[in-house]
């Protein structure tokens, strides 16, 4: 039962739906970069883990990617953030975050760190 639970549970998927559909433009761009295995590792949106739904998630590379708004700088965002990236660490996934901002105005700076997580 736990391991259903886990990975992309099914109680969470309207929230997943919610959020691809509600998808910022900054999500948006970046996911123009990630999809269709252009980084030659398949990343999927708002996949969850546990109780926590993930921007993007690379399965194969164990690596999640979030994109952070100005209220990620909230005192009470940041201690979740930090338990989140944590949480994440001790299940063997790297979490990479970036701000909404750098997206905008540095989307290939973003992409080289990204792909330096990735397999070759």
């Given at each position: 039962?736990w ?6 549970h ?5 929230r997943?739906?919610q959020?691809?559909?509600d998808a910022?433009?900054?999500e948006?761009?970046?996911w123009e970069?990630?999809r269709k295995k252009?980084l ?9 883990v546990a ?14 990617i ?6 990620h ?5 940041q201690i979740y953030?930090?338990y ?5 660490s001790?299940?063997d ?7 909404n ?5 540095n989307?290939d ?12």
């Open positions: 039962m391991k259903e639970f886990y990975y992309n099914k109680s969470l998927k309207p997943r739906r959020l691809r559909n910022t433009a900054e948006k761009l970046l970069y990630l252009q030659g590792v398949k990343f999927v949106r708002q996949y969850s109780g926590f739904v993930l921007d993007f998630f690379a399965p194969e590379a164990r690596l999640s979030e994109l952070d708004g100005v209220y700088q909230e005192p009470g965002q953030d930090n989140r990236t944590r949480y994440l001790s299940a996934i790297k979490e990479l975050r970036f701000a901002s750098d997206v905008v105005n989307i700076k973003i992409i080289d760190e990204i792909k330096l997580f990735l397999p070759s």
